[in-house]
């Protein structure tokens, strides 16, 4: 594997620096396709909420990629596990396990058919400039790198790294997004994290000398979800967007010429899927720009849901307990002349701090007691067996708009 001649540094706010020893990964920065996370927002629609939360997924990539590095450069059990091949693998797996999100990642998962995993492998397995830069090196590395991230990769280990409870994937959004946001909630201890960290029956594990500061983390997750990822103001926002897809959708359908402005949503509403390519052309910069010119077209509906967007004239949000509340709102809502297709948005959320159990997504968090048995975490700590027993936290909200509320 090419090394650089000089390492590069770049500066980053939560790790202090991300360091570059090799060309390849140089290379997938420097790609097309890599460049572009610089045009999606890290959180979405957070933004609306937290001012500063500007941050993109480059930066959040770069950082994954840089804990991973540091496992397996720092790490002496991690370092010694490993193969040349495989560190090289599960780096740029890190560095590009975000590569198929699209703008506003879940509110465009609602309107695509394929997943932000499924674009993810696309880009990876074919015809991309991040593909042909892993092909050139071997063969076999785009498909090594993409089963890493889908999680069907032999070495489980390589997985756990990138993508299980305890990952470098949340270890980096907890902390960055604490930092962006301006709130404390997400931050734990990552320095003794790394250092905790052990392999033992080809499984990563922490000491027990280091599950307070696991516990720290579960609880910094919990605390995000809610009062971050869950903030119902960027989810009204959400909604709008919702909207604003739906009402496209239905509007090119009917006459597909009056999009013809606004090409950048062209293949999103004639298609199943996007290519590469189309993926890459939409961004969030097309689609606020698409946004903009909607507000000129000759359906209200668009139009308003266009300006609603712009201006962040938000919907309103209320909970819901049963179904009869929810029939009520629809028709309160269309007595009032709104469309409920369009102008209301029913969206339940639901989170557990941490599951005990393991399957193919979801590794369990191992504990290396004292006495060198390995415990599940739920069983080492009572804290986490604690918020086990409690009931999973969920709710379920209406959004509509405002103004039915003055
Ligand atoms: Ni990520």
Redesign the pocket.
């Known amino acids: 594997m090419k090394k650089l001649d000089e390492v590069k540094v770049l500066r980053d706010p939560v790790h202090g620096y991300i360091h570059i020893h090799d060309q390849i990964v140089w290379d997938c920065v420097n790609s097309p396709e890599f460049q572009r996370l610089r045009r999606i927002h890290?959180l979405g629609a957070t933004y609306q909420v937290y001012h500063t939360a500007e941050h993109s997924?480059f930066s959040?990539?770069l950082g994954?990629y840089e804990i991973v590095r540091r496992m397996v450069t720092e790490n002496s059990d991690i370092a010694q596990a490993l193969d040349d091949y495989e560190k090289i693998t599960v780096m740029l797996a890190a560095l590009l396990?975000?590569i198929g999100?699209g703008p506003f990642s879940h509110s465009f998962e609602h309107v695509s058919k394929y997943s932000h995993e499924d674009y993810t492998y696309q880009i990876i397995s074919q015809d991309s400039q991040i593909h042909d830069i892993l092909r050139k090196e071997n063969e076999r590395l785009p498909y090594d790198v993409a089963s890493v991230i889908n999680h069907t990769h032999p070495n489980t280990l390589l997985t756990q790294m990138v993508s299980s409870q305890l990952d470098a994937?949340?270890m980096?959004?907890l902390l960055r997004d604490a930092y962006c946001t301006g709130t404390s909630y997400g931050e734990f201890d990552l320095e003794r994290v790394l250092r905790t960290i052990r392999v033992r029956e080809q499984k990563l594990v922490v000491k027990e000398s280091g599950m307070h500061t696991i516990e720290d983390y579960i609880m910094a997750r919990y605390h995000m979800y809610w009062q971050v990822y869950f903030h119902p103001v960027s989810r009204s926002y959400e909604a709008l967007l919702h909207s604003f897809f739906k009402r496209l959708l239905d509007v090119y359908h009917e006459d597909p010429m009056e999009l013809k402005k606004a090409t950048m949503f062209q293949a999103l509403c004639e298609k199943e899927y996007l290519t590469n390519r189309e993926l890459y052309e939409l961004d969030e910069c097309a689609c606020q720009y698409g946004f903009s010119l909607m507000r000129y077209s000759s359906d209200a509906i668009l139009r308003d849901l266009a300006d609603r967007l712009l201006n962040r004239r938000l919907f309103d949000y209320d909970d819901l307990y049963t179904i009869d509340q929810e029939n009520e709102y629809y028709h309160w809502i269309q007595s009032q002349g709104y469309d409920p297709e369009y102008y209301m948005y029913v969206d339940r959320t639901e989170q557990r701090p941490y599951q005990p159990y393991q399957d193919q997504e979801n590794n369990a968090i191992w504990v290396l007691m004292k006495n060198g048995t390995i415990q599940e975490l739920s069983k080492a700590s009572t804290i986490v067996n604690a918020i086990l027993k409690g009931e999973n936290k969920n709710e379920k909200k209406v959004f509509f708009p405002k103004e039915l509320n003055n």
């Open positions: 890290q997924r959040h990539s994954v396990h975000d999100h994937d949340r980096d959004y």
